[in-house]
Structure formats: structure tokens, C-alpha cells
């Protein structure tokens, strides 16, 4: 089994279509066009199994998983800086403004070297597929040439990506070495690689999408952010910045700016359905309704969050608003490349921010109110479908329409960390237990649009 276009997988795994539920299938046919996406999922008890079953056979057009192996959505990361990679799980032990400085600026200037580009956007992007990250929303740096081999990677190593050159111009933050010259090479080189992502060649699927991205508030002028507003206004150009992400860079724009990221951002014309908000931990309730009104969505990124935020996005408020939200690794300010560590996070922080840190208060009294946990459903809704969402894109599960982006969980992998049990491990038992376990060495194979990829 290889690649899936034009043929039938029977496979039994999980989804979840809607946060209301997870659907386990047995057994099913998943029937994948000539397009890389899913022309119909047929169970046992639907009409037509079992000669559509026979017919996919009879044609030479049928694969099986294994026993022992699963199948679930591709996981969907909403904040990747890509030129971190290299710093991943370093300098954590600084606060944001700090590590930006320190740490990033400099690391991020190293891609005006195509060579030393070449090696960490390689490196990352056959990692984050072996990690089951079949979708990526990318930072790249402020340089054109090495945004566009990022581009190239991902379509050549058959990655769903989003990319954006970094906007960056404001002296007052950003180092002399690293930075735009100017407001207009800022929007030029933003187009320069909206361009080339449109008119690559291997690009005709339109596996590979531009992002305006303007780092975040501090990092840019006023000029850059109306130019980058106007640029997204009436288009369906995907928009990606960093909200309300810790007190400095939060007290930053309210000085600047008077009112909070959410209300400036809109203010630029930044915030439309396409538009994915980084961290957004300090949101007010109205920030949150001008969010939801916009259609954007949030990226939260709970292992970050712990680093830079010093505060827990209040998530499940966020959900029941009715905001759409997925997950993010934030790599390298979140110390993990996948995200099942998303996941995990997701939950624990959860219920740090439902039941409260403080032993020394009484149970019950300890949280920040009752009610903010999620689960481990939530969570993979989140990574998969919801991030779909977010991108306003149709990957996240396997209903029809959707591009067959799908990871294979070897259960059994010897060298994995997922360990069964006769009669225990069952229905949601079974998914709980992938999202809590699940390692590289789980992950078996990896489709993007029906294309294995790993
Ligand atoms: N986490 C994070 N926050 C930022 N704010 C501005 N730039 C960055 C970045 O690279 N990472």
C-alpha cells in the first residue's frame, strides 16, 4: 500500500466530524478519488458495503490496514515557526521579550544562508510528517529565498503547508540585521511570496498556501499593519499574527495603541475568517465576540502558554462562545513537535485552569471557576477537525469532500509507546489511550491527500 488516490482502504479507526462526539468505524470503506479526497465512507451496516467492498477487490483497488493498526485524521498544527526548529526546547527559561531578542532574532537571521535554510526546514518538515502533522500553519523568516525553498520542501515532501513571510519593521523592537527596511519591502516581499506560492509550478493543487504575517504588533508599524489589512481586505488570502500573548507584549499594544490586540488588529483589517490569532490568552469578552463575529479563529498553544503567558487561555470559554479553535505546537516556544503533546497539554492546563493550583486553599475554591476542563475528546477535535476549521480548509476528518490526510497507529509498534491490554482498550478507551501514548514510533504512515508521505 502506498499511495491511495483512485482506490478503497478498508480500515477501522476514529474521527470526530463534530465536537459533540467521537465516531469510531470498523471496517469501513474509505473510497479516495483521483483528487486525494474522500468521494464516501461506507460502514458495514450501510447500503451498498458489501458490493462496493466486492467491486473495490475485483478491481485490485482495495488495501487493508493491518490488525493492530488504526487509522485517525491527520493532525493539524496551527503555529509553527519554522526557522525555530533548531532552538527547539532551548531557552525556555527566559521571558518572551528576552528569547525574542536573545535567542530568536538572531537564530531567525542564520536563514539569509540558503544552506543553513536547506538543513532546518528539511529537517522539520520530515519530522513534523513523522510526527503526524499532515497540515502546517508556517512562520517563515523575513528572507524571500529561503520562504520560498520552505515552500518547495513542503511540496516536495508532500506537506500541507502555509506559509508566510515574516513582516517585521519596527525599529523600536526589531535589530537593525533583522528586519524589513521599510513598510513597502515589508508588503513587497509578503507579495513577492504570495506570488511564487500561487504560480509554483508543483503548486497546481494548491497543496502550498501564502499567509500575510505580520509578526505581531510590537514587531511591526502602523504603516505595515494597514498595508498588510489592505492587502487581505476582499481576498482569500489566509492572515496569521500573534494576540494578547503575554503581559509585556499585551501592555505593549494597549500603550501603543490604546486598545487591545483584538480591537487593533481589526482596527488594520487583519481579522477575517481566514485569520488564525497565536496564543490569544489575555482576550477580554469582547474581544472574544469581535473574534467570533470576524469568524477568525485562535491557535492555542498550551506548552508555550506555560513558558511565555504565565496565564492559561481560557479555552473552554472560548468554545462555548462558539469561536472556532485549533492547536498549536508554537515551535520553539512550546518545547514539543507534535501534536499529541498538544493535546496532553491542552487537557492538563485545563484542569489546571478548572479546579485551581493552590493546595493551600480548599478544594473547590482553588480555580479560576468551574466548568473550564476539556477532555481528551476535545482535544482531539481540536488537532484534527477544528483546526480544519480554523484554516477554513476541508481536512480534519474523514467525511466526504474532505482531502484524505491520515495518519496509520500501529498499536503494536514494539518500539512505540502505546501498550494494550486484552479487553481492556476499547471504543473511546482505545482513543484516549492514542492520544495519552501515542509516540513517533506509533505512527506508521502518513497520507496527505491520499499521497503516503511517510
Ligand atoms: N511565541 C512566540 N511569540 C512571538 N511573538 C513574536 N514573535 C514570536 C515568536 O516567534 N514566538
Known sequence: MSGLR?????????????????????????????????AALTRPEDDGYLERRRAADEAGRLDRLPAGVLLLPGMIDLHVHAP???QLGQALDVPLETWLTRYTFPLES????????????????EDLLANGTTTALYYATIHQPASRLLADICLERGQRALIGKVAMDHPGLCPETYRDASPDAALR???????YIRAHPDNAERLVHPVITPRFIPACTDETLAALGSLAHGSDLHVQTHCSESDWEHAHVLARHGVTDTESLDRF???????????????TAADMDTIRARHAAVAH???????FADAVFPLRAALEKGL???LGTDISGGPG??????????????????????????????????????????AFYLATTGGGIALDLPVGNFTAGQHFDALAIDTEAPAGAIRLWDGLDQGEDLLQKIVYTASKANIAKVWVGGRQVV
Not at 269 to 283: E, W
Not at 339 to 351: C, D, W
Open 301 to 307: 498553544c498550551p506548552l508555550s502558554n506555560a513558558y
Open 6 to 38: 483512485d482506490r478503497t482502504l478498508l480500515a477501522s479507526g476514529f474521527h470526530m466530524p463534530e465536537r459533540t462526539g467521537v465516531e469510531e468505524f470498523r471496517d469501513a470503506l474509505i473510497r479516495i478519488g483521483a483528487d486525494g479526497r474522500i
Open 269 to 283: 483589517g487583519l481579522l477575517g475568517r481566514r485569520s488564525v490569532l497565536a496564543h490569544s490568552v489575555f482576550l
Open 324 to 326: 472556532h479553535v485549533g
Open 84 to 86: 525555530q526548529y533548531p
Open 110 to 125: 542564520r536563514y539569509a544562508d540558503l544552506a543553513f535554510a536547506r538543513r532546518g526546514y528539511g529537517l522539520l518538515v
Open 189 to 195: 516581499g509578503t507579495e513577492d511570496l504570495i506570488g
Open 337 to 378: 513537535a507534535s501534536l499529541f503533546e498538544a493535546m496532553r497539554g491542552a487537557v492538563m492546563v485545563s484542569r489546571m485552569i478548572d479546579s485551581g493550583t493552590d493546595p493551600d486553599l480548599p478544594a473547590g475554591t482553588r480555580g479560576r471557576r468551574n466548568g473550564m476542563r476539556i477532555d481528551f475528546r476535545d
